[in-house]
């Protein structure tokens, strides 16, 4: 048994990881949860956004599974992703985009791509003030360390996954310290895989080349900021931010997460789409070295997505979170 930290989170959180939480006891996998709180859900509970408890619960059982939280734009406390990848050195975000099956897709050859993210530095520092009234500014900090680091964990994995190709996202004509620094280490790194074909993309023609042709790219490694947002538009490739996982991964800690935010405008009405949480419930379950678990969850999901009958409404059905839960248990172990 694993214990793992589980944060349902807010909006719809607490009704996706419910659903995950019935679907990983009727697989029988073998995983503990530990409930945990965090942003609003936090604030209401405890009085503070990350509370103690919290974190304490991911330092001791080193693997957490998390649900969106709200974080307030322009104002307000700091963003609680942000706070955790720091406080845990989750440095590298890992988003697998592929086709499901059952999900249409303007791309009837299929899209299945990796994307590595750097997520502890660029524009996402937090160093950033306000100038007088009328400006403000941000620091965009980029260092040789991180950059190697998450160009490797690029390559390495898609040496371990039989990938061919990987494709550094940059904007260093423009940006050539920041920017040329994170190519200049991964044309280092690039170098010590060899078997591994290695091309660099400036960052705004790439987000053409993915709409039109995203068959072209295989593993794509990027700085933080650009991560971020090629990876929404590739979850975009695939049907959407309801049906891709994440995680981000550390030396000694992973948190586990759905791509997607806690959905305001459907919270509470029990039509969210479990998918993405329970993928990166799989995903968690691999990493934990439970792979016959985390294939069977995937499969139950897939057979639900192929036969179209029981999809929430993003997905273009009428079925409810429940029934579509209901659904994947059905056809666990068929
Ligand atoms: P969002 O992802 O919450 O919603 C965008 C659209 O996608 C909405 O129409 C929503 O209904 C739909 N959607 C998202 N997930 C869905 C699901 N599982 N099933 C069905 N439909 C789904 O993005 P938005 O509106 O920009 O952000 C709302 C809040 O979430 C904000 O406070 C934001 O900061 C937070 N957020 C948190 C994230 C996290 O904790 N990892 C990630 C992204 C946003």
Redesign the pocket.
């Known amino acids: 048994m694993h214990t793992v930290t589980l944060i349902p989170?807010d909006?719809?959180g607490p009704e996706?990881a419910e659903a995950t939480r019935q679907v990983f006891a009727a697989a029988e996998a073998p995983v503990t949860w530990e409930l945990c709180y965090a942003g609003q859900a936090g604030i209401t509970r405890f009085g503070d956004p990350l509370p103690e408890q919290t974190l304490d619960s991911i330092r001791a059982n080193k693997v957490a599974l998390k649900g969106?939280?709200?974080?307030q734009?322009g104002a307000g406390y700091r963003s609680i992703?942000v706070t955790l990848r720091k406080e845990f050195q989750l440095y590298c975000n890992l988003r697998p985009v592929k086709s499901l099956p059952g999900i249409k897709t303007r791309y009837p050859e299929g899209v299945d791509l990796v994307v590595f993210r750097e997520n502890t530095e660029d524009l996402y520092s937090g160093a950033e003030h306000q100038v007088g009234s009328q400006a403000a500014v941000g620091l965009k900090i980029i260092t040789a360390e991180a950059s190697r680091r998450i160009v490797r964990a690029a390559f390495e994995y898609a040496a371990a996954h039989g990938r061919k190709k990987v494709t550094a996202v940059h904007k260093a004509n423009i940006m050539k310290f920041t920017d040329g620094l994170f190519l200049n280490c991964a044309r280092e790194v690039a170098k010590e895989f060899p078997a591994v074909e290695y091309e660099e993309v400036i960052v705004d023609n790439l987000c053409m080349q993915l709409v039109v042709r995203p068959g072209k790219y295989d593993v794509l490694v990027a700085p933080n900021l650009y991560g971020d947002i090629i990876s929404d538009l590739c979850a975009g490739l695939v049907g959407?931010?309801?049906v891709v996982p994440g995680a981000n991964l550390g030396a000694d800690w992973a948190i586990f997460?759905?791509v997607?935010?806690?959905?305001?405008?459907?919270a509470g009405r029990n039509i969210?789409?479990p998918a993405?949480m329970l993928l990166s419930g799989a995903m968690m379950l691999e990493y934990l070295g439970e792979r016959p678990a985390a294939a069977k969850i995937r499969s139950a999901l897939e057979k639900v997505l192929a036969g179209g009958e029981a999809q929430?409404p993003?997905l273009g059905g009428q079925a409810t979170t429940a029934e579509m839960t209901a659904a994947i248990i059905k056809n666990l172990g068929r």
């Open positions: 989170g909006g719809i996706i969106p939280l709200t974080t734009v992703n959407g931010l309801g997460e759905a997607h935010g806690t959905a305001p405008d459907i969210a789409n993405a929430t993003d």
